[in-house]
Nanobody, 123 residues
Framework: QVQLVESGGGLVQPGGSLRLSCAASGSIFTIYAMGWYRQAPGKQRELVASMITGGSTNYADSVKGRFTISADNAKNTVYLQMNSLKPEDTAVYYC?????????????????WGQGTQVTVSS
């Protein structure tokens, strides 16, 4: 079974920076794509940034130029560097990985979600 463990969230002042990490563990053989999503209170979950392994990246317009998604494939870890943070970036941030995984011997392509990490931008 695959698990995603996120870290790096917290409270930061406007204009500050945070770096989120998401480490995948368990039976994951290939990662096809990785992404970060966020959900603010009363709002739908939205895509923040995504990356196709060995390929392109994609960002929400609201974070372009401020956030950067990256990955360490050897560690099965994806990062989100967040700079120039704004109060409207406040949300729970979720990591997502699409990959070839095994669950009790059942090998298939799956989407796996992390538990979420709170990011609060406030003075």
């Amino acid at each position: 079974q695959v698990q995603l463990v996120e870290s790096g969230g917290g409270l930061v002042q406007p204009g500050g920076s945070l770096r989120l990490s998401c480490a995948a563990s368990g039976s994951i053989f290939t990662i096809y794509a990785m992404g970060w999503y966020r959900q603010a209170p009363g709002k739908q979950r939205e895509l923040v940034a995504s990356m196709i392994t060995g390929g392109s990246t994609n960002y929400a317009d609201s974070v372009k130029g401020r956030f950067t998604i990256s990955a360490d494939n050897a560690k099965n870890t994806v990062y989100l560097q967040m700079n120039s943070l704004k109060p409207e970036d406040t949300a729970v941030y979720y990591c997502n990985i699409e990959g070839l995984t095994s669950t009790f011997g059942d090998v298939r392509r799956r989407n796996v979600w992390g538990q979420g990490t709170q990011v609060t931008v406030s003075s």
